[in-house]
């Protein structure tokens, strides 16, 4: 995925309240769904939306009593910065893991490109 | 949008673009925004599109639409979305050879940052009039050069 697509998923507001909700402890869909107010097929959509990107990741399987697993998440995106200077866009991401873009300042496009 | 340039050394303001004067008429920022909101109007890809168009630079809507390949109707209503926002402000309205008028845009933000850290979102606007609008929450002490 590209940055600047990586940023609108940030902006997004269902993604950006998952983000939220999962950045402490491992969190299940139905239970983000429940109190965030996210309908549960788009809270699934974007889960696998955010997983993809490398935001999200499946930290726990748990059995529920009734016998059905469920998959909890935990986010891995420690901080973003989004930066608008002299016409030029660049964005900064850390995560919890080691991934190429980690902490780079990335140009996404400026004035001067139009 | 689509392309990632880098020129080291390439400084857009010292390539001979006309500065936009600052003058008083601006008008007030939307305060009812969230952070999500504010950040909307810089991560949606026409409204980017529009405030780079219209950076350092008087254009129309058709002259916006065209060039960044923007359909007519969205173009409007995005520069209408960012106009109320305070980001851009029509500075003139010019006669065609047709006899029609037409607005002319230029940006009123000169620098934008968003932030997403501990689960949180913040965002600031800093105008060309010297204005700055925050959302969501303190910005005091944070070191934005340093970032």
């Given at each position: 995925m590209r940055e600047k697509d990586i940023s609108r998923l940030l902006t997004d507001e269902y993604a950006e309240r998952i983000l939220a909700a999962t950045q402490a402890n491992p969190r299940s869909v139905q239970d983000i769904s429940d109190k965030h107010?996210?309908?549960?097929?788009?809270?699934?959509?974007?889960?696998?939306e955010l997983e993809g990107a490398g935001?999200?990741?499946?930290?726990?399987?748990?059995t529920t009593p009734k016998g059905k697993t469920m998959k909890l998440y935990r986010s891995l995106l420690k901080s973003a910065h989004l930066v608008y200077e002299e016409g030029v866009f660049r964005v900064k991401f850390e995560f919890d893991y080691d991934k190429d873009i980690n902490g780079k300042w990335i140009e996404l496009?400026?004035?001067?490109?139009? | 949008m689509t392309d990632i340039l880098n020129i080291p050394g390439t400084h857009w303001?010292?390539?001979?673009?006309?500065?936009?004067?600052n003058d008083d008429t601006v008008p007030p920022m939307n305060d009812g925004m969230n952070p999500l909101q504010a950040s909307q109007l810089?991560?949606?890809?026409?409204s980017a599109k529009i405030l780079l168009a219209t950076y350092k630079r008087r254009i129309s809507?058709?002259?916006?639409?065209?060039?960044?390949?923007i359909p007519i109707a969205a173009c409007y209503r995005k520069i209408r979305s960012l106009e109320e926002a305070g980001l851009i402000q029509c500075?003139?309205?010019?006669?065609?050879q047709k006899g029609k008028r037409k607005n002319l845009y230029t940006s009123c933000l000169r620098n934008a940052y968003i932030f997403f850290e501990n689960g949180r979102l913040r965002a600031r606007f800093q105008?060309?009039?010297g204005a700055v609008r925050d959302f969501g929450g303190d910005w005091n002490g944070v070191d934005l050069l340093k970032q």
């Open positions: 107010d996210i309908p549960i097929a788009a809270c699934y959509r974007k889960i696998h935001f999200l990741r499946c930290a726990e399987i748990v496009n400026g004035a001067r490109t139009a | 303001s010292l390539m001979g673009f006309e500065t936009v004067e810089l991560t949606d890809e026409y809507a058709q002259e916006i639409s065209q060039r960044y390949g500075v003139d309205r010019i006669l065609t105008l060309a009039t």
